[in-house]
């Protein structure tokens, strides 16, 4: 899968491209992350790509032609992208959707900065609008690394040796209790069936467990 981010600030990406999931599987070639530097397509030579709203208001707009110049060369190299501007008016990133998008074979994210960016972008340019929650951060390029980190799960061998099948969310259940090393400690004790090596024994207290913990801690998955 090929991840296209639209930024102000690409150096906050160096962090997934360096450490973790996403930085193993770029090594791997099992995905690509390219970024690009939105004041490189600003017509002006102060490398403005905002400007003030029409009818007032505080806060500047990002304007429609350097997005634009922008994603029109992303679609050179990679015609079938998918357009996804980060919004806290997107709808919700949840795990049915995450696995919708790992099909995908391009994504280009368009993260957005002050006051947003140019309606018409958004009514002409952008395939879909995501939001990571009902609150406000900064800019899009927080909610842009959660995406990636999310849908990059569900690419095969991304993980490696492990998949993504018992996550928290999978069939609408939050994880199982999970226990290491020692198999005491404080006096508090491994549950005994993860020790039996009896693993049908095991699979059920799993399953068991991840209803309890959904039920406890978010009765809302269970309706679906």
Same mark, same amino acid.
């Given at each position: 899968m090929r991840f296209d981010i639209i930024t102000l600030f690409p150096n906050m990406f160096n962090i997934i491209k360096d450490e973790g999931v996403v930085a193993r599987a770029i090594k791997k070639s099992h995905l690509s992350v390219h970024i690009w530097q939105l004041r490189d397509f600003s017509n002006n030579k102060y490398k403005n790509i905002d400007d003030k709203p029409y009818g007032g208001g505080g806060g500047m707009v990002m304007q429609v032609k350097p997005i634009r110049d922008c994603i029109n060369k992303i679609k050179q190299s990679s015609p079938k992208t998918k357009i996804i501007y980060l919004s806290p008016q997107g709808q919700p990133?949840?795990? *049915? @959707?995450? *696995? /919708? @998008? %790992?099909?995908?074979?391009? $994504?280009?994210? @368009?993260?957005?900065? #002050?006051?947003?960016?140019? /309606?018409? !972008? $958004?009514?002409?340019?952008?395939?879909? /609008? $995501? %939001? !990571?929650?009902? #609150? $406000?951060i900064s800019g899009g390029e927080l909610a842009a690394m959660v995406l990636i980190d999310t849908v990059s799960r569900q690419i095969p061998n991304v993980l490696g040796n492990i998949n993504s099948l018992n996550d928290s969310f999978t069939n609408n259940l939050l994880d199982y209790p999970n226990y290491t090393r020692p198999k005491i400690i404080d006096n508090q004790k491994v549950p005994e069936v993860l020790l039996s090596g009896h693993q049908a024994n095991i699979n059920i207290w799993r399953i068991e467990q991840s209803i309890k913990k959904t039920k406890k801690k978010r *009765?809302?998955?269970? *309706?679906n």
């Open positions: 990133l949840k795990h *049915k @959707l995450t *696995k /919708e @998008l %790992s099909m995908f074979d391009a $994504i280009t994210l @368009l993260c957005g900065r #002050y006051e947003g960016v140019d /309606e018409r !972008i $958004i009514n002409h340019d952008i395939d879909m /609008e $995501i %939001s !990571i929650g009902d #609150y $406000i *009765k809302d998955l269970l *309706k």
